[in-house]
C-alpha cells in the first residue's frame, strides 16, 4: 500500500525555526515527486512547492519561495518543509501529496501536520 | 500564476440531489484539471484526474466534464458520505494552483 505518514503537530514560538517530514512507503520514492500544500484555518489549499527525490530537484511557488526550503533525503525515503524563522502567519496544517513523474496530479496525501506558532 | 475560481462557494443539498460544482481557469489549461474531495479533520482525497477520469475507487456518481477554461464536476444522487469540500487544481502551469474550494452542506 502506498503511503505518505507525516510528522506529528508541532507548537513553536515566533523566530523559531521548525522542519516537518514526510515518509513515503509502499512505492519507489525516487520515482515520483512529493509536493507540499498549505491550509490555513478555514481556509482553502495553497500549492507550495515540490521535489523529485531522485535527483533533488525542486519547484517553488512564487508565494513561497524564500520563505521555506524543501528537501529530501532519499536513502530514508522522507521529504521535509522547513522554515528558518517562523511566524504566526505560517499556522497552518501542511500536507504531503505524491505526484507522478508523468502525470500530475496528488495522490495519496499525507495525514497533514499542524504547525501551531504563537508566542 | 493561473487563477482557480469555483462557484459556488458553498451550497445546500438534500440526500438524492443531483449537484453541479463549476471551476474556472484564468487561462486554457487543455484538460489539466483534478478535483479532490476533503471531509472535515482529514487530508485531501482525489476523485477524478484530467478533467474526467474516475479515480480508482470513487464511486461512479462521481463525474468530470470541460476542457480549456471551464470545468464542472457532477454528483449525481447525493449519498450522506458527499457531503464535503471540493476543490480542483490546475496542472498546466507551475505552480499547480487550486480553486479556493465549494463547501457541500446537507439541506
Known amino acids: 500500500e502506498v503511503q505518505l505518514v507525516q510528522s506529528g503537530a508541532e507548537v513553536k514560538k515566533p523566530g523559531e525555526s521548525l522542519k516537518i517530514s514526510c515518509k513515503g512507503s509502499?512505492?519507489?520514492?525516487?520515482?515520483?515527486?512529493i509536493g507540499w500544500v498549505r491550509q490555513m484555518p478555514g481556509k482553502g489549499l495553497e500549492w507550495m512547492g515540490i521535489?523529485?527525490?531522485?535527483?533533488?530537484?525542486?519547484r517553488y511557488s512564487p508565494s513561497f519561495q524564500g520563505q521555506v526550503t524543501i528537501s529530501a533525503d532519499k536513502s530514508i525515503s522522507t521529504a521535509y518543509l522547513q522554515w528558518s524563522s517562523l511566524e504566526a502567519s505560517d499556522t497552518a496544517m501542511y500536507y504531503c501529496?505524491?505526484?507522478?513523474?508523468?502525470?500530475?496530479?496528488?495522490?495519496?496525501w499525507g495525514q497533514g501536520t499542524l504547525v501551531t506558532v504563537s508566542s | 500564476d493561473i487563477q482557480m475560481t469555483q462557484s459556488p462557494s458553498s451550497l445546500s443539498a438534500s440526500v438524492g440531489d443531483r449537484v453541479t460544482i463549476t471551476c474556472r481557469a484564468s487561462?486554457?489549461?487543455?484538460?489539466?484539471l483534478h478535483w479532490y474531495q476533503q471531509k472535515p479533520g482529514k487530508a485531501p482525497k482525489l476523485l477524478i484526474y484530467?478533467?474526467?477520469s474516475l479515480q480508482s475507487g470513487v464511486p461512479s456518481r462521481f463525474s468530470g466534464s470541460g476542457s480549456g477554461t471551464d470545468f464542472t464536476l457532477t454528483i449525481s444522487g447525493l449519498q450522506p458520505e458527499d457531503f464535503a469540500t471540493y476543490s480542483c487544481?490546475?496542472?498546466?502551469?507551475?505552480?499547480?494552483?487550486f480553486g479556493q474550494g465549494t463547501k457541500l452542506e446537507i439541506k
Open positions: 501529496a505524491r505526484q507522478s513523474a508523468t502525470t500530475s496530479w496528488f495522490d495519496p
Open positions: 509502499g512505492y519507489s520514492f525516487t520515482s515520483y515527486w
Open positions: 487561462q486554457s489549461i487543455s484538460s489539466y
Open positions: 521535489i523529485y527525490p531522485g535527483d533533488s530537484d525542486t
Open positions: 487544481q490546475q496542472s498546466y502551469s507551475l505552480p499547480y494552483t
Open positions: 484530467a478533467a474526467s
